[in-house]
């Protein structure tokens, strides 16, 4: 995500690909972390065990496509005390990408 007047980037940490069992039929789904913490912030996070704020999480609407959430995600990140966001998307995970 481009950078703001508001926060550091959002940097879009990791992508965790996995699939459930929804009344037999399986879904696949990618989990993508975005973080704009500074580094003191990350390092006092670990050290306490917990985050600023509340965790966020962005679930896109069916047939979303990915980039249309970017302004979204990144006003998310920058307003909230965590800086921290996770996206579940039901397929491959292409948020973050320009």
């Keep these: ?10 940097i ?12 037999g039929e399986t879904v696949t789904y990618t989990l993508c972390e975005f973080d704009g913490r500074s ?3 990350r ?3 670990a050290r306490r065990q917990a985050l600023d704020g509340d965790l966020n999480v962005y679930l896109p609407g069916h047939g979303q496509p990915p ?3 970017r ?4 006003t998310i990140v920058s307003l909230s005390r965590s800086k921290v966001l996770w ?12």
């Design 12 to 23: 879009l940490q990791k992508r965790i690909r996995g699939e459930v069992d929804v009344r």
């Design 71 to 74: 302004n979204l995600l990144e």
């Design 87 to 98: 996206v579940a998307q039901h397929r491959r995970c292409d948020w973050g990408r320009h």
């Design 67 to 69: 980039g249309a959430a």
């Design 1 to 10: 995500m481009r950078r703001t007047n508001r926060t550091e980037i959002a």
């Design 43 to 45: 390092e006092e996070n």
């Design 39 to 41: 580094e003191k912030q």
